[in-house]
């Protein structure tokens, strides 16, 4: 655990806007954010490929200056390409998905401990 550290975002509206940072964010872009309910924090991405396309990804976020600020979540996106498949492609499908499936309840046990107040 590292102790408790800030960073520094760049903002079109606001200028800079300090704010904590937590152990689990993986930086902030060099570029300034469009709008201060732009910055949000955002940990290691998991992408999940099938046949050299991304199927899936997921990440830890956080936006705490949102209209509605968002609590660490983790935000996940599907990809589904239409494909016609054979019993073999439709196996190594099916084990990409259950290996992703794996990583989420993996990532959803983490982001509850982190939600009561632990260490990511």
């Known amino acids: 655990m590292t102790?408790?550290?800030?960073?520094t975002v760049h903002t079109i509206d606001h200028g800079p806007v300090t704010l904590p940072e937590p152990a689990w964010c993986t930086g902030h872009a060099e570029a300034p954010?469009?709008?201060?309910?732009?910055?949000h924090h955002a940990g290691p991405e998991?992408?999940?490929?099938y046949n050299?396309?991304?199927?899936?990804?997921?990440e830890l976020v956080e936006f705490p200056f949102g209209q509605q600020p968002?609590?660490?979540s983790v935000h996940v996106e599907l990809y589904?390409?239409?494909a016609t498949l054979d019993p073999p492609e439709l196996e190594a499908l099916a084990a990409v998905l259950t290996e992703a499936a794996v990583e989420l309840r993996q990532l959803a046990l983490r982001l509850?401990?982190?939600r009561a107040g632990g260490d990511w």
Request: aromatic share 4%; glycine share 10%.
């Open 112 to 114: 509850a401990v982190l």
């Open 52 to 58: 050299g396309r991304a199927v899936l990804s997921a």
């Open 70 to 72: 968002i609590k660490p």
């Open 80 to 82: 589904v390409p239409a």
């Open 33 to 39: 954010a469009e709008y201060r309910s732009d910055v």
């Open 3 to 7: 102790g408790p550290r800030t960073v």
């Open 46 to 49: 998991i992408v999940r490929g």
